[in-house]
């Protein structure tokens, strides 16, 4: 971290994790990247007219994300470069239906997505972040991304003098009865009810007050608010620690390190006029979402979401030429690298990574 270009970077990866409290905001955070070095956005309904020196990227279910660069001297021969990583993160999701209440307080049900620490999300100061879908002006429905920055959910621990055995035996908690939420006071839901008498879309699956707290946030109406789709977030900040700054402490970090990475990598590699003029291969990235729940989705990499932007870029490049095949050998003379390794606990990894030759 001496020059000041490492410095550089290292804050531009703190500020990417900040803003990308869930892979929603991940992949808002590439795309906007992305348009500010000049890459074309494109439509998968839409015909693509792509060129050779041309860089370009396409969005699925806003929370995936495929982006290349085409070199000015491409050939079928040299295949495609590939990077993938994976937007999600192990996290605590809002269930469909999150209102509940409990010896007077308001909670909000949640749901274990992918292979998270649990016990690790107790006693923090939790918010909330995602996806809106909310009511247009012209009764059309527009997807929002939302962020609330300030403390709203809490998950306590047992006192010790009621768990005496808990170092002992361990902390083991039941994830569908201990892991919920605490969110507010009764008495606050009734004031936000009084206020919202008109408003039945939401208010028998969310709470009333999280619905406004939302409406506030996006500046809409509760009545607008038709589907939420939310993460539990930290709102404790990414930000450099050890004695001489030299570690980033942060969560998400798989694999929100490796998708800034990925996407640093291939915008810095034609940022300059030039970049492109001598290489013949398509250098890609690929952030995937539900890679911690298997990446059987749409949006995940079990779709064939980056065969079929591989097969569209060759059509389009290579219009002319009828030969079979064209697909198959562009593939086989492709390369794609993957993060596969956890810092720390090596002796945990060794196994996978003899399983790639490491």
């Known amino acids: 971290m001496q020059g000041p270009s490492n410095k550089s970077i290292v804050g531009d990866l703190l500020d990417y994790l900040n803003e990308s409290w869930t892979q929603f905001h991940a992949t808002a955070e590439a795309k906007r990247q992305l348009l500010a070095a000049g890459f074309h956005l494109l439509n998968e309904n839409d015909e693509w007219d ?38 999600d993160s192990p996290c605590l999701k809002l269930k469909p239906i999150s209102a509940s209440s409990k010896c007077g307080c308001l909670m909000v049900n949640v749901q274990t997505y992918g292979g998270g620490l649990w016990h690790t999300w107790f006693d923090r100061d939790l918010s909330v972040a995602g996806r809106v879908i909310v009511r247009a002006d012209d009764d059309c429905f527009q ?27 361990g902390f083991k908690p039941n994830l569908e009865t201990h892991l919920i939420p605490l969110f507010a006071k009764k008495m606050e839901n009734t004031l936000v009810e009084t206020k919202e ?8 699956v969310h709470h009333p007050l999280l619905l406004q707290i939302l409406s506030n946030e996006l500046s809409c109406k509760v009545d607008d608010i038709l589907n939420i789709e939310l993460n539990v977030c930290d709102t404790q900040p990414s930000c450099l620690g050890g004695a001489n700054n030299e570690f980033i402490f942060s969560g998400r970090l798989d694999n929100l390190a490796s998708s800034f990475c990925a996407l640093r990598a291939l915008v810095d590699s034609c ?70 390794y956890i810092l720390a606990f090596v002796e945990f990894v060794a196994e996978e990574l003899s399983f790639f030759g490491m």
């Open 197 to 204: 008498k008109n408003n039945v879309s939401s208010k028998d």
């Open 143 to 169: 997807h929002k991304l939302v962020k609330i920055k300030r403390p709203i959910l809490r998950v306590p621990t047992l006192a010790i003098h009621l768990d005496r055995t808990v170092n002992k035996d």
């Open 50 to 87: 792509l060129k050779p020196g041309g860089r370009y990227f396409f969005t699925r279910n806003m929370s995936s994300l495929v982006a290349f660069a085409i070199g000015e001297k491409y050939s079928i021969s040299n295949g495609f470069h590939i990077i993938a990583a994976h937007t």
């Open 271 to 340: 940022a300059s006029a030039g970049d492109l003029s001598n290489e013949g291969a398509i250098r890609m990235v690929a952030l995937f979402d539900n890679e911690e729940v298997g990446s059987d989705s749409y949006q995940g990499a079990g779709a064939p979401t980056i065969f079929e932007g591989m097969r569209r870029i060759i059509d389009c490049l290579d219009s002319q030429c009828v030969r079979e095949n064209r697909f198959a050998r562009a593939v086989r003379h492709s390369f794609l690298g993957m993060s596969c």
